[in-house]
Nanobody
């Protein structure tokens, strides 16, 4: 399995921005799709974005569409999640994975790499 590590979490005020990064040890992230997930306190984990391995095609859950952008940071060798216009409802532990599973326009979008690797998560708190 790929070892994934997230970084970049912390606290931010509503309306602010934050960038998370997903890094892999000893593995080129360009070879797999990367999904970002989040789990808010008391809620189930939800998929929020996916970037494909071959085309860099991206998908977003409705809750974050237009505010979050996922991209491959070639210089750092990471997959980054740029989050803008953050809301208190975005408070959660954010995790990256080699799997994608999210609802896009009412339809389930899944990418199964067969690796099923997950990071440990990074906490994001949006509060005034």
């Amino acid at each position: 399995q790929v070892q994934l590590v997230e970084s970049g979490g912390g606290s931010v005020q509503p309306g602010g921005s934050m960038r998370l990064s997903c890094a892999a040890s000893g593995f080129a992230l360009t070879r797999v799709a990367i999904g970002w997930f989040r789990q808010a306190p008391g809620k189930e984990r939800e998929g929020i974005s996916c970037i494909q391995s071959d085309s860099d095609h991206t998908e977003y859950a409705d809750a974050v569409k237009g505010r979050f952008t996922v991209f491959r940071n070639i210089a750092k060798g990471t997959v980054d999640l740029q989050m803008s216009r953050l809301e208190p409802g975005d408070t959660a532990v954010y995790t990256c994975s080699t799997e994608c599973n999210l609802i896009v326009d009412g339809w389930r979008y899944e990418v199964n790499s067969g690796d099923d690797s997950w990071g440990q998560g990074t906490e994001v708190t949006v509060s005034s």
